[in-house]
């Protein structure tokens, strides 16, 4: 099972509170995620290796929506090199949207689908000798449980097996369906997309293309209050002030290194300030 005690304190099993925040954390401070090997075949994913030495924990697609077995090796053994924590992205099994259209499946079908993606990843975490640290669905998948019933359902069933954390957004079904299979939850915010005035994770397809010095803006709010601007520039509460959180940004962006520097940058500033040991 995992361990949900942090700093010798018991959290339960989801380490978030209530609707006003978190008051602890399965974190010791703000971390920054990206998704990692999305390419597929001789189609090249993001700038992996740049991105590597500013992330905390890489999120590496399992076949899905992208990657292959020899991208999903290559790219756990790059996470090893630079000791980078390493999650499973499973996404919709849909190479040519990218995992980022809605996706017709059964509970059944979703559920060995999770099972499948994941299962494949951690063969190759196993041989590396690194341990499954989280697990955080891809694109349409991850917005879909957010608010779907049946489809949150199904993925939770799955995910609960792996006795890992799953990211997901404050008082969403994300946080509700881990508590009901005892997932260890950890919360999780945006800022290279975009929520809508409802607190609402819109997705890549939805955004407004955000600029860097917007993505070190929203990143500091964050940090800080766990406000960040919504699409239409409506501050919004997205759940996570009071505790740790980990940020999510993407590598298919074309100004992805610019993105996750400048995250970066705001998210050492805010750990100095709020988490310094």
């Keep these: 099972m995992v361990d949900t005690t942090v700093n010798g304190r018991g959290n339960g099993v989801n380490g978030h509170s209530n609707g006003n925040g ?16 999305e ?55 849909d190479k040519v949207g990218f995992g980022r259209r809605v996706l017709a499946m059964t509970p059944e079908q979703a559920y060995a689908e999770m099972l499948y993606q994941i299962g494949a990843l951690k063969a190759f975490l196993d041989e590396a000798g690194v341990p499954l640290n989280h697990i955080k669905p891809h694109g349409m998948w991850y917005i879909m449980m957010q608010n779907n019933e049946e489809v949150n359902d199904a993925a939770m069933r799955a995910i609960s097996h792996f006795k890992v954390p799953v990211y997901g957004m404050p008082n969403t079904l994300h946080e509700s369906g881990a508590k009901k299979y005892g997932i260890p939850f950890i919360p999780e ?20 293309k955000m600029t860097t010095e917007e993505i070190y803006e929203a990143t500091r709010s964050l940090g800080r209050d766990g406000v960040v601007p919504a699409v239409d520039y409506t501050p919004v509460d997205v759940g996570v002030k009071g505790a740790p959180f980990t940020i999510c940004l993407h590598s298919d962006f074309k100004t992805c290194k610019e993105n996750v520097a400048a995250a970066r940058k705001a998210v050492d500033e805010v750990n100095a300030e709020l988490y310094s040991q």
């Design 22 to 37: 978190h008051s602890y954390s399965l974190l010791e401070k703000v971390e920054i995620n990206v998704d990692c090997g």
């Design 39 to 93: 390419g597929f075949g001789f189609w090249e994913g993001g700038p992996d290796e740049d991105l590597m030495p500013l992330i905390d924990a890489a999120n590496i697609a399992c076949g899905g929506h992208a990657g292959d077995p020899v991208i999903m090796r290559r790219t756990v053994a790059l996470a090893k090199k630079y000791g980078k924590k390493v999650g499973a992205h499973p996404g919709f099994p």
């Design 189 to 208: 915010a945006f800022v290279d997309v975009n929520y809508n005035s409802k607190a609402v994770l819109l997705g890549v397809p939805g955004s407004r």
